[in-house]
C-alpha cells in the first residue's frame, strides 16, 4: 500500500506560479506511471498531466507550455510545477500513481487562481 499526500496548493493571483507536491510513503522507483488530476466544482476530474516510466509526457493542451510534471525516485516525490496560472486552473488537484493494476490516489490540494 502506498499513501500519498499533496500539498502546494493555495490562493494565487494570475500570472503567478505554485509547484505541488505528492509525497509517497514509500517507494515510488516501481511505478510505471504517474500523474496529476484536478476537478472543478460542478465538473469531471480531467487528466492534467502524465508522465510514463519511459519518461513521455502528455499534458492536457489548456495546460501545454505552463504546467510541467516530473519526479524523484529518490525523495520519494512527484512534483507539478504551474505557471503562468489561469483563473480555469482553479480546482483540487489529485496526485495518481500506477503500478501496472494498482492504482493509487492523494486526497487532493486546492489550487485557487484569483483574476
Known amino acids: 500500500q502506498v499513501q500519498l499526500v499533496e500539498s502546494g496548493g493555495g490562493l494565487v493571483q494570475a500570472g503567478g506560479s505554485l509547484r505541488l507536491s505528492c509525497a509517497a510513503s514509500?517507494?515510488?522507483?516501481?511505478?510505471?506511471?504517474i500523474g496529476w488530476y484536478r476537478q472543478a466544482p460542478g465538473k469531471q476530474r480531467e487528466q492534467v498531466a502524465v508522465m510514463a516510466s519511459g519518461g513521455s509526457t502528455i499534458l492536457a493542451n489548456s495546460v501545454k507550455d505552463r504546467f510541467t510534471i516530473s519526479r524523484d525516485n529518490l525523495k520519494n516525490m512527484v512534483y507539478l510545477q504551474m505557471n503562468s496560472l489561469k483563473p480555469e486552473d482553479t480546482g483540487v488537484y489529485y496526485c495518481?500513481?500506477?503500478?501496472?493494476?494498482?492504482?493509487?490516489w492523494g486526497q487532493g490540494t486546492q489550487v485557487t487562481v484569483s483574476s
Open positions: 514509500g517507494s515510488i522507483a516501481s511505478i510505471n506511471v
Open positions: 495518481n500513481l500506477v503500478q501496472r493494476v494498482a492504482q493509487y
